[in-house]
């Protein structure tokens, strides 16, 4: 499939078929993440796949919605605050952007495979590290539910036309609304 294929036909996922992803494109996945750029390539992600049914019914607990009770599979993708790079000029954390770049890897290689995902910030934390026993320092930033997709159309995507997101740079003077 052709790179600007993948951007188009990948859309948020959210009825899938109850197989699971075989290992092999699992992996395929995996790699797409773990190969993302990340800040002075400190790779502060950790990647942790749920697939056994018992710990997917406690981690469906954390975000309560009808579709995500039913995906096969999750991956539950976490950053590491200790070994993310920060700015030397404010501080800033970098973790959560290199994890974002990371997920998009895995969302668009996972599209040019056949399966489905979509991206979960609205879960609770808490019991996610509770139920992972995630240490001290390790964050999970994101749920990308995977699997097969009910075949569907996809919707339209609606994005904003490009004159409303490109600007030329001007020193001096605020974007306009």
């Known amino acids: 499939m052709h790179f600007n294929q993948i951007l188009r036909e990948r859309y948020s996922i959210r009825e899938y078929k109850s197989s699971k992803v ?4 699992l992996i395929e996945v995996l790699e797409a993440g773990r190969l993302a750029p990340s800040a002075a390539n400190k790779q502060p992600w950790k990647f942790i796949v749920v697939s056994e049914e018992e710990n ?3 981690l469906k607990e954390a975000y309560s919605r009808e579709w995500f009770k039913k995906v096969p599979q999750v991956i ?3 950053g590491d605050h200790s070994q993310s790079w920060k700015r030397s000029f404010d501080g800033k954390d970098h973790c959560d ?3 974002a770049i990371a997920i998009d890897h895995m969302t668009l290689r996972a599209t040019e495979l056949g399966l489905g995902t979509c991206w979960v910030c609205h879960f609770d934390p808490e019991l996610v590290k509770n139920l992972l026993q995630l240490p001290e320092g390790i964050e999970p930033i994101a ?6 997709p009910i075949e569907n159309k996809p919707p339209y995507k609606i994005r904003k036309n490009i004159e409303e997101v490109v600007f030329e740079e001007k020193f001096g003077q605020s974007l306009k609304k």
């Not at 075989?22 to 494109?25: E, F, G, I, P």
């Open 143 to 148: 749920l990308l539910p995977i699997g097969y």
């Open 56 to 58: 997917l019914t406690q």
């Open 22 to 25: 075989s290992k092999a494109l």
């Open 76 to 78: 539950v993708i976490c």
């Open 97 to 99: 952007i290199d994890a």
